[in-house]
T-cell receptor, first 113, second 113 residues
C-alpha cells in the first residue's frame, strides 16, 4: 500500500512556464515533507522541505505548498528551465515515528526549450 | 568536502550468488541509510545504521543485511540473489537521526541475470 503517491509519472512543460508536481499521502502521522531531484546516473539531491506547521515554503524558483486537510502537497517551479529536467521524488516522514522518509515513485519532468 | 561515495558503480551477478555493496558517508555523519530503487518504483527503505547499530529495517527479507563500521562506513550484503533484486541501491548519510534531509550517493546499479 503506497503511503506516498505521485500519480503523474511524467510532466512536460515549456521553458519559462510553471511546472506543478503533485503528491498525495495517506498516513496522518506524516508531519514533515521533502522533495528530491534526481538526474540520471546521480543520487537524489535534497531540494526543499516543509513542516506540517506551515502551508508554504519558498526557496528561489521553488515553492512547496501543503494542504493538510487534503493530505496533498505540490511543488511549483517558476520559471521552469531546461536544467530542471529530472525525476522529482516526494517524501514524507513522521517526527513521532521512525523518522525514516517514505518516498513516492517519482515524476519525470521534461522542460522543453 | 567529499560527498557520499558508493562502490562499485555497476555490478552484474548471477542468480543465487551473494553481493556486497559499500558506502562511505560524508565525514562527520554517523547515520547511514540504504534504499533500493527498482525500475518504475520509488525509493524503498532497506536499512538504517547509526553509531554502529542497526536502528531500523524496511520490509525486506533477511537475506538483505548489512553492518556499519567504527569509521561509519557501511556495507550492504544480499545473499541468494534473485532476478527481482536487480535495482539501483542508494546509500545516504546524515548527521544523527534526521527527518530526511539526507545526502545520497550516486548508487550501485546491480543487475542479476
Amino acid at each position: 500500500d503506497q503511503q506516498v503517491k505521485q500519480n503523474s509519472p511524467s510532466l512536460s512543460v515549456q521553458e519559462g512556464r510553471i511546472s506543478i508536481l503533485n503528491c498525495d499521502y495517506t498516513n496522518s502521522m506524516f508531519d514533515y515533507f521533502l522533495w528530491y531531484k534526481k538526474y540520471p546516473a546521480e543520487g537524489p539531491t535534497f531540494l526543499i522541505s516543509i513542516s506540517s506547521i506551515k502551508d508554504k515554503n519558498e526557496d528561489g524558483r521553488f515553492t512547496v505548498f501543503l494542504n493538510k486537510s487534503a493530505k496533498h502537497l505540490s511543488l511549483h517551479i517558476v520559471p521552469s528551465q531546461p536544467g530542471d529536467s529530472a525525476v522529482y521524488f516526494c517524501a514524507a516522514s513522521a517526527s513521532g515515528g521512525s523518522y525514516i522518509p517514505t518516498f513516492g515513485r517519482g515524476t519525470s519532468l521534461i522542460v522543453h526549450p | 568536502e567529499a560527498g557520499v561515495t558508493q562502490s562499485p558503480t555497476h555490478l552484474i551477478k548471477t542468480r543465487g550468488q551473494q553481493v556486497t555493496l559499500r558506502c562511505s558517508p560524508i565525514s562527520g555523519h554517523t547515520s547511514v541509510y540504504w534504499y533500493q530503487q527498482a525500475l518504475g518504483l520509488g525509493l524503498q527503505f532497506l536499512l538504517w545504521y547509526d553509531e554502529g547499530e542497526e536502528r531500523n529495517r524496511g520490509n525486506f527479507p533477511p537475506r538483505f543485511s548489512g553492518r556499519q563500521f567504527p569509521n561509519y562506513s557501511s556495507e550492504l550484503n544480499v545473499n541468494a540473489l534473485e532476478l527481482e533484486d536487480s535495482a539501483l541501491y542508494l546509500c545516504a548519510s546524515s548527521l544523527g537521526r534526521g527527518l530526511g534531509g539526507y545526502t545520497f550517493g550516486s548508487g550501485t546499479r546491480l543487475t542479476v541475470v
